[in-house]
T-cell receptor, first 112, second 116 residues
Framework: DQQVKQNSPSLSVQEGRISILNCDYTNSMFDYFLWYKKYPAEGPTFLISISSIKDKNEDGRFTVFLNKSAKHLSLHIVPSQPGDSAVYFCAAHRLGAQKLVFGQGTRLTINP | GAGVSQSPSNKVTEKGKDVELRCDPISGHTALYWYRQSLGQGLEFLIYFQGNSAPDKSGLPSDRFSAERTGGSVSTLTIQRTQQEDSAVYLC??????????????FGPGTRLTVT
């Protein structure tokens, strides 16, 4: 039962262009969504989050959009930089629980 | 002031042996989590500690898996009679705690377990 899905295992984007990573979820009880970034041999690091009562949150080059009716969120990175090459995980928090539910991850490669 | 640390970084063990994985959370963080990432998969929740107690053990895959936390700090994840399907990267995270939705979890680098 995959409650959080990232359907694109990989994405390749040219440096300077926009990267859009997508995430779908099935549980309407999720109240908070997060994006984590992971480099090889390191643990995931928090990138940006959004509450379910919002539809957009922006932090520098990173913007997360939430469409509750579609149960879909996306992470936009603009402009994309070579250092953005990593695996990106979408995660969701359910009200009343502590654990995070993660998607499978999307490997983003930024080409010079 | 270091982040979450885990040891060992890599562990190779024979099928049937027991292993212990250690996690040192960020000082002052009351919440501690164990996740694992199997090849090509996302992070799978195993267990959550608040202080020394574990209110959510729902992710432990079998009774061969157990975890404890002492002094509200260090945690050990023990896998008994390891099987090949236990091979994964085991990640520990900690957070300030308190049950808030925006309570950011900070992850350690993980322990890569290989069962041969």
């Amino acid at each position: 039962d995959q409650q959080v899905k990232q359907n694109s295992p990989s994405l390749s984007v040219q440096e300077g262009r926009i990267s859009i990573l997508n995430c779908d979820y099935t549980n309407s009880m999720f109240d908070y969504f997060l994006w984590y970034k992971k480099y090889p041999a390191e643990g995931p690091t928090f990138l940006i989050s959004i509450s379910s009562i919002k539809d957009k949150n922006e932090d520098g080059r990173f913007t997360v959009f939430l469409n509750k009716s579609a149960k879909h969120l996306s992470l936009h990175i603009v402009p994309s930089q070579p250092g953005d090459s990593a695996v990106y995980f979408c995660a969701a928090h359910r009200l009343g629980a502590q654990k995070l539910v993660f998607g499978q991850g999307t490997r983003l490669t930024i080409n010079p | 002031g270091a982040g979450v640390s885990q040891s060992p970084s890599n562990k190779v063990t024979e099928k049937g042996k027991d292993v212990e994985l250690r996690c040192d959370p960020i000082s002052g963080h009351t919440a501690l989590y164990w996740y694992r990432q199997s090849l090509g998969q996302g992070l799978e929740f195993l267990i959550y500690f608040q202080g020394n107690s574990a209110p959510d053990k729902s992710g432990l895959p079998s009774d061969r898996f157990s975890a404890e936390r002492t002094g509200g700090s260090v945690s050990t994840l023990t896998i008994q009679r390891t099987q090949q399907e236990d091979s994964a990267v085991y990640l520990c995270a900690s957070s300030i705690g308190g049950g808030l939705a925006g309570d950011e979890q900070y992850f350690g680098p993980g322990t890569r377990l290989t069962v041969t």
